[in-house]
């Protein structure tokens, strides 16, 4: 069995998993008629959509297995940030005082699927969105511009979420 | 557990109504955005958390996860994409003038 076969089996049977876990989480139920029903469809939809979903080379591995415990930490401290950056917004609106701003910064960060998840991430913080990603150069619109240096900026806008990123998708 | 969900709901109706006030008051489009797309996160957040509470342990909960799941997957993307828009139409963004800034003590080195 060459490398080639075998990350080969390893894309279905990484398809198979997920369509299979988007099938328990829809349906909720697990009598063995539609756990049986889900797997047999799944196993014949990653046959036939693996080459679209993962990547050819085995070099993109690691962008599909994330590390799960902490992907469940790194949700908890979005939503933690989201809540409190919203009051902030909200005190914002009330009292009118905004000083918005737009900054420039680098990420560290190597694989696409984390830059991509980064992007988003201070998109669904309010208080900033994010207008350009170029390879690992973002453009950030944020409302409460405390500071024009890029690299404090950075530290601020993307610190909790980088630190955390560079550990689940390295 | 009801007393609960009646608080995330609170807090849903608090940002979404905060958010349109935001819409209304705030000088341009990115700030607008910034106000629509924030108020929507956590109110639309807290609405999905108070549903979740209330089903219970039942398939409604695990359909409200994945629902939030797709929710914080698209909701970024869409503002991301309506403020690359705006940026790469060169609609160039608002700002407080250099002695307003002083005047809010905030960083001025240019």
Same mark, same amino acid.
């Given at each position: 069995m060459t490398e080639r076969t075998r990350w080969n089996i390893a894309r279905v049977l990484l398809t198979t998993t997920y369509l299979l876990g988007g099938w328990l989480l829809f349906t909720w139920s697990f009598e063995p008629g539609s756990v049986l029903l889900g797997l047999v469809h799944a196993i014949a939809i990653a046959l036939l959509t693996y080459p679209i979903f993962i990547e050819?080379?085995? *070099?993109?591995r690691r962008s599909h297995l994330p590390r799960v415990e902490l992907l469940g930490i790194y949700l908890l401290v979005l939503v933690f940030n989201m809540y409190v950056a919203s009051f902030r917004v909200l005190w914002q609106i009330l009292r009118g005082r905004i000083n918005p701003g737009v900054t420039h910064f680098r990420t560290r960060l190597r694989t696409d699927i984390a830059r991509v998840v980064l992007t988003s991430s201070i998109t669904l913080t309010p208080g900033t969105i994010t207008l350009q990603l170029d390879d690992d150069h973002l453009i950030v619109h944020w409302?409460? *511009?405390?500071?024009?240096h890029s690299k404090y900026a950075s530290k601020l806008i993307a610190g909790p979420y980088e630190r955390l990123l560079r550990r689940i998708w390295a | 557990m009801t007393w609960v969900a009646l608080f995330f709901l609170g807090l849903g109706a608090v940002f979404s109504l905060m958010g349109n006030i935001g819409v209304l008051v705030f000088p341009d489009i990115y700030t607008r955005l910034q106000a629509s797309s924030t108020c929507s996160t956590t109110s639309i957040f807290s609405v999905f958390v108070a549903c979740m509470i209330l089903s219970g342990f039942t398939p409604i909960t695990g359909k409200i996860l994945v629902i939030t799941l797709f929710f914080f997957i698209t909701n970024p993307i869409s503002a991301h994409i309506i403020a690359r828009y705006a940026w790469q139409s060169e609609i160039v963004p608002w700002r407080r003038t250099y002695e307003q800034r002083r005047m809010l003590g905030a960083e001025t080195d240019d």
């Open positions: 050819e080379y085995e *070099a993109a409302l409460d *511009a405390r500071t024009r | -």
